[in-house]
């Protein structure tokens, strides 16, 4: 019903910057809340940053400064803007979305995950 496509991962070099992209598409009458995860080899999933549907933000302290999240409402897009990047960095980043359905309901979707590899 719903799809969350996440792009703009890759390589970087530590102190470097990489922004990513998540599009939802498919049976959506809003959007409430969108986040981004990250998950490392051998390490839980765990919350990077969220945004609300009112633009409201929450961030992991260990990314406060370094990440800023924001939204475009009109193409049902979120951003994670990443800088001063470490390679603890490193991890699958995955994109969260609550949804509310045009069929009614709403329900949670996770994205595939995009790698991000912080490393000389």
């Known amino acids: 019903q719903v799809q969350l496509v996440e792009s703009g991962g890759g390589l970087v070099q530590p102190g470097g910057s990489l922004r990513l992209s998540c599009a939802a598409s498919?049976?959506?009458?809003?959007?409430?809340?969108m986040g981004w995860y990250r998950q490392a080899p051998g390490k839980q999933r765990e919350l990077v940053a969220g945004?609300?549907?009112?633009?409201?933000?929450n961030y992991a302290d260990f990314v406060k400064g370094r990440f800023t999240i924001s939204r475009d409402n009109a193409k049902n897009t979120v951003y994670l803007q990443m800088k001063s990047l470490k390679p603890e960095d490193t991890a699958v980043y995955y994109c969260?979305?609550?949804?509310?359905?045009?069929?009614?309901?709403?329900?949670?979707?996770w994205g595939q995950g995009t790698q991000v590899t912080v490393s000389s």
């Open positions: 498919g049976s959506i009458f809003s959007i409430l809340g």
């Open positions: 969260k979305a609550t949804v509310e359905l045009r069929t009614g309901g709403s329900s949670l979707y």
């Open positions: 945004i609300r549907s009112g633009g409201s933000t």
